[in-house]
C-alpha cells in the first residue's frame, strides 16, 4: 500500500496545469506517466545570462540586450531568414528567425518599442546576431527573465522551458517527508533533506548544483540506490527463507578431497565454506561463484554436489556446450568414483540405450550426481531427490532454462539449492546491479603452478615476426590459438578474412590449421575444437566463438588481431585460454590494420597496456569500467544497469557500495520496518517503486 503521503507525487502527469490531451504522451515518453516522473526528470544543463550591449557582448555567451525595435526584413523568397533589427546606445543587434511567422514576430517587437530579448551571441561582420532569441519581453517583465536556467530534456513538441514549468508545479506537490537516512551519515555528509534536495535539483543556483558531486545530487543518488539495493536484499531474503534440504559434508566428500591431486587455494577453500554454510542452512542457497577462467571454480562446485550425494540427494552440473559438459564429466566422475558416488552423463548426443540407462539411474536416485547440457531439463528428466542445481557458465544460460532445470526438484525436500558460476569477473558495482539478489563468492587467487602470460602489444605490420616465432614454438611442441574479430560490417567479410589467415598461416608454417566460427554447424565447431583440445591440431585459427572454460593446458600461445577491437574483459577472457600448464606462454595483441594503419588513440593504448600490466581479472573489469567512462551511458546500460535517474554507476561508485551495505543491514536489523526509521525507509521504497523486474539478473 503506498503512503498517503506521496499521493500527490503519484497524481497523473494530466493533472498538471498544461498537461492536456494533446501534451500528456509527451510528457509521458519524456518523463513517465506520473508527478513522480516529472519530479524525478533532472536538468542536464544550464544557461546562464548578463546583461550585456551591442559593444561588450561576448560571442558563444547568453546575453540579454535592452534595444529598440528599428525595423523588420521579411524574406523575399521561401527558406531564407526574417531579420529584425534591433539596437541600443552602442550599437546594432541583428534578431535572426529561420521559418518564423512575421505577423507573430511584428506582434512581439512592434517597430520603435524598447523591450529585452535574450540569447545566445554570435558576431557577424562585428555585429550582433542572435539566431532565434530565448526571451522577448518589455521592460517590466524583466524579472521574467530567469539569470540562470537549468536546461531539461526535451522532445518534439516540448521544450525545455515547457518541461521546466512542469517540473516546477511537480516541485510544489513535493511534501516534507521523513528522513530515511541515518542521520548521523547525512549528517557527516551535510546532506540536506529529501525535498531541499530536489529543489536544489529544480532550482539550482550554478552548474554546480547539478554536479554529481553535489551534496543534493548526492543524496538523491543514495537514496535512488538504497531505494534499489532494498528491492534485492529483499528479493535474497525471499528466496532465504524458501526452506531446502540441509545438506552437510559427509564421508565421501572427505575422500573426494583426498582424491584432488592437489589441495585447495585458500580462495577455494573459503567459497567452499560459504557454499556449505548455504548448503546446511535449511534455506534455499542463491549464490554466485565468480572466478577468472582457470582459478579452479569447478573443484568447489564438484565438492559441493559431493555434500548433496553423499546426504542422499542429487546435483546437477549444467554448462553450455557438449563439449564442456564432456571435459567436465570425463575429469570429475573418476574422482567421484573413487569417493563412492555415481556419476552420468546427460547431452544431446547420447545413443538411445546410454540415454535409457542413464534416465533410469537419474529416476531411481542411483547416480547422485548429473553432468550434461541443455539435455538435463528436458521433460522426460525426473530426478528422485534433486536439491542442489550448479550452472557453469551461466551467463549462457537463459533464466528459464535455469528455472527448468530447478524445477525438478521435489517440492516436499524443499527448494533446490543454486550455485552459479561465471568466469567474467564483473566491477563490484555492476555486480551488485545484476546480482544483488544472489550472495557473491569471488576466487581472487589463482591456484599455483601457473604460468604468467607475457603479454606483448605490437602492431600489426609485424605480423610475419610473430608468425616466424609461432613457427618456432610449435616445431619445438607447442599448441597456439589465433583470433580474428569480427570487426567488418559483413559477417562474410570476416570470416573470409579469417579464411584468409588460417590458409595464410597453414602455408607459412606448413602444417594443419583448424579453424572455428560462429557460423559453422554446433557439431562441426565441436568437432574442431576437440581436435585442438586432444593435440591433434597445433593451430586454430577462431573468431571469438573459443569455447570459454575449454581446457587445453598444452596451449600457450595466444595471437590476437586487431586487439584495439575487442572490449578488455574480452581480451582478459581469450587471454586466460592459455597459461594454464606448465609452459610458458605468452598473449600477442596485434592492432592497426595491415595497410599500415598504426595509430592508436589514448585511450586504446591505455586500455591494452592494462591488460599487458595485469593478470588479474576483476582490476581489469574495474579499470574497463573506468576508462569507458560516464562518457558511455548506452554501453552502460547494455552491461546490465538499470536505468538510473540520480545515479551514475561511475561517478557515485562508492555511494553504490555503501547502499548495499545499508540495505543489507536496515533489513537484517528490522526485517519488519517497523521502527520509526523502517517506517520512513517505506516511503523511500514506494517513492521509487523498484519493481524486480528492472533488474537484470532475472
Ligand atoms: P575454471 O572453471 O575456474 O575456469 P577449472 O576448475 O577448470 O577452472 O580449473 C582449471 C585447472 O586448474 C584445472 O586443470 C584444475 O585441475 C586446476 N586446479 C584447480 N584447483 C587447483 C588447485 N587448488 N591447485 C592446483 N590446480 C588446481
Ligand atoms: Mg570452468
New binding site residues.
Given amino acids: 500500500m503506498r503512503p498517503q503521503i506521496l499521493f500527490s507525487l503519484f497524481a497523473e502527469v494530466s493533472s498538471l496545469k498544461g498537461v492536456g490531451a494533446k501534451v500528456t504522451p509527451l510528457v509521458q515518453k519524456l518523463a513517465g506517466p506520473l508527478v513522480r516522473d516529472l519530479l524525478f526528470l533532472t536538468p542536464n544543463g544550464m544557461i546562464t545570462r548578463r546583461r550585456t550591449t551591442a559593444v561588450d557582448a561576448i560571442e558563444g555567451e547568453v546575453g540579454v540586450f535592452d534595444v529598440i525595435i528599428d525595423r523588420m526584413f521579411v524574406p523575399a523568397k521561401i527558406g531564407a531568414p526574417l531579420k529584425v533589427r534591433a539596437s541600443d546606445e552602442t550599437g546594432f543587434v541583428h534578431l535572426i528567425w529561420f521559418g518564423g511567422s512575421p505577423q507573430h514576430i511584428d506582434r512581439q517587437l512592434p517597430r520603435g518599442e524598447r523591450r529585452l530579448v535574450s540569447g545566445k551571441v554570435e558576431r557577424f561582420n562585428n555585429e550582433v546576431q542572435i539566431v532565434h532569441p530565448d526571451w522577448i519581453v518589455p521592460l517590466d517583465k524583466a524579472d521574467d527573465i530567469p539569470a540562470v536556467e537549468p536546461i531539461y530534456p526535451a522532445t518534439a513538441g516540448l521544450t525545455s522551458r515547457q518541461v521546466r514549468k512542469l517540473a516546477i508545479q511537480a516541485l510544489a506537490l513535493a511534501p516534507v517527508l521523513p528522513e530515511w537516512q541515518d542521520t548521523a551519515w547525512i549528517a557527516a555528509r551535510k546532506w540536506p533533506a529529501w525535498q531541499a534536495a530536489v529543489r536544489v535539483v529544480h532550482e539550482p543556483e550554478g552548474l554546480t548544483d547539478l554536479e554529481p558531486d553535489a551534496a543534493a545530487r548526492q543524496r538523491l543518488a543514495f537514496d535512488e540506490l538504497l531505494a534499489h539495493q532494498l528491492a534485492l536484499a529483499r528479493r535474497r531474503r525471499a528466496r532465504q527463507i524458501t526452506p531446502a534440504p540441509r545438506i552437510v559434508p559427509g564421508a565421501s566428500s572427505d575422500r573426494l578431497l583426498a582424491t ?6 585458500r580462495a ?1 577453500a573459503k567459497a567452499l565454506a560459504d557454499i556449505r554454510h548455504d548448503l546446511a542452512s535449511g534455506e534455499q542457497m542463491g549464490r554466485l561463484l565468480q ?11 564438484a565438492l559441493a554436489m559431493a555434500d548433496a550425494a553423499s546426504c542422499g540427494f542429487q546435483a546437477a552440473l549444467m554448462a553450455p556446450t557438449e563439449i564442456l559438459a564432456r571435459q567436465h564429466y570425463q ?1 570429475l566422475a573418476p574422482m567421484f568414483a573413487e569417493a563412492g558416488l555415481k556419476a552420468i552423463l546427460l547431452t544431446g548426443r547420447d545413443t538411445a540405450a546410454e540415454r535409457r540407462d542413464r534416465l533410469a539411474a537419474l529416476a531411481d536416485g542411483s547416480a547422485g550426481i548429473a553432468i550434461g547440457t541443455h539435455a538435463l531439463f528436458q521433460d522426460a528428466v525426473r530426478f528422485d531427490k534433486l536439491a542442489l542445481v550448479i550452472i ?1 557458465e551461466q551467463h549462457r544460460f537463459g533464466v528459464n532454462e535455469r528455472q527448468r532445470l530447478q524445477a525438478k526438484g521435489d517440492p516436499r525436500i524443499g527448494g533446490v539449492h543454486l550455485l552459479t ?1 561465471s ?1 567474467t569477473p564483473i566491477p563490484r558495482t555492476l555486480e551488485l546491479t545484476q546480482y544483488g539478489e544472489l550472495e557473491v563468492s569471488r ?1 581472487m587467487e589463482k ?3 601457473r604460468t604468467p602470460v607475457a603479454t606483448a602489444v605490437l602492431p600489426l605490420v609485424r605480423i610475419g615476426e610473430v608468425a616466424q616465432r609461432l613457427k618456432a614454438a610449435i616445431e619445438s611442441g607447442a599448441q597456439a590459438y589465433w583470433i580474428c574479430p569480427l570487426v567488418a560490417e559483413s559477417e562474410a567479410i570476416d570470416l573470409a578474412a579469417a579464411e584468409d589467415r588460417a590458409r595464410d598461416l597453414s602455408r607459412i608454417l606448413n602444417l594443419e590449421v583448424g579453424l572455428a566460427h560462429g557460423q559453422m554447424p554446433g557439431a562441426q565447431r565441436e568437432s574442431v575444437m576437440a581436435d585442438f583440445a586432444d593435440g591433434r591440431i597445433p593451430l586454430l585459427v577462431a573468431t571469438t566463438v573459443v569455447e570459454v ?1 575449454v ?1 587445453v ?1 598444452n596451449a600457450s600461445i595466444m595471437v590476437i588481431e586487431h586487439a584495439d577491437r575487442f572490449g578488455l574483459a574480452q581480451l582478459h577472457q581469450l587471454r ?1 585460454r592459455v597459461g ?1 600448464g606448465a609452459k610458458a606462454s605468452a598473449c600477442i595483441l596485434l592492432y592497426g590494420s595491415s595497410n599500415g594503419e598504426n595509430g592508436l588513440g589514448d585511450t586504446a593504448r591505455e586500455r591494452l597496456e592494462t591488460l599487458r600490466r595485469t593478470e588479474d581479472g576483476f582490476e581489469i573489469a574495474e579499470e574497463d569500467f573506468r576508462l569507458r567512462g560516464g562518457g558511455d551511458p548506452l554501453g552502460l546500460r547494455q552491461s546490465g544497469f538499470p536505468a538510473y535517474r540520480f545515479a551514475d554507476p561511475i561517478r557515485h561508485r562508492s555511494l553504490m557500495l555503501a547502499a548495499a551495505d545499508d540495505a543489507r543491514m536496515i533489513l537484517d536489523r528490522d526485517p519488519d520496518l517497523t521502527s520509526p526509521r523502517g517506517e520512513a525507509i517505506r516511503i523511500l521504497e514506494a517513492l521509487f517503486d523498484w519493481k524486480a523486474d528492472r533488474t537484470a539478473a532475472d
Avoid at 260 to 265: D, S, V
Avoid at 291 to 301: I, L, Q, R, Y
Fill in positions: 584432488l591431486p592437489f589441495t585447495l587455494t577455494q572466478g577468472d577462467v582457470g582459478s579452479g571454480k569447478t573443484a568447489v562446485a575429469r557453469d558460476m568466469a576466487l591456484p599455483p603452478g572454460g581446457d593446458p586466460g594454464r
